[in-house]
């Protein structure tokens, strides 16, 4: 069973910036495509940022490419998600999980999930 624990969130101000750390206890995390998730008040979970499993392919929804970047350190077992120039709008909670898949785009792909982390974007 892979465990995954999310870390980084907060309040910042429309424009500002937060980085957003997700570590795995699992010795396979080398293999496994990963994902940033998020879900706002009142509104499905939607997919942010995919990365596969050597880190060498992403892929990213519009309404956050160029704003937001996800990379991986395999050697830490640790994914990471950098978000820039944020809006209100990117108020949720943000959710990392991993898929057995080598690369998975869909929400429907990942299995194992971390428990979240608040991000409040102020006005």
């Known amino acids: 069973q892979v465990q995954l624990v999310e870390s980084g969130g907060g309040l910042v101000q429309a424009g500002g910036s937060l980085k957003l750390s997700c570590t795995a206890s699992?010795?396979?995390?080398?293999?496994?495509?990963m994902g940033w998730f998020r879900q706002g008040p009142g509104k499905l979970r939607e997919t942010v940022a995919v990365?596969?499993?050597?880190?060498?392919?992403?892929n990213y929804p519009d309404s956050v490419k160029g704003r937001f970047t996800i990379s991986r350190d395999n050697a830490k077992n640790t994914v990471y998600l950098q978000m820039n120039s944020l809006k209100p709008e990117d108020t949720a909670v943000y959710y990392c999980?991993?898929?057995?898949?080598?690369?998975?785009?869909?929400?429907?792909?990942?299995?194992?999930w971390g428990q979240g982390t608040q991000v409040t974007v102020s006005s």
């Open positions: 999980a991993a898929s057995n898949l080598g690369m998975a785009y869909y929400l429907t792909e990942y299995k194992y």
């Open positions: 990365i596969n499993w050597s880190g060498g392919n992403t």
């Open positions: 699992e010795g396979t995390f080398g293999t496994y495509a």
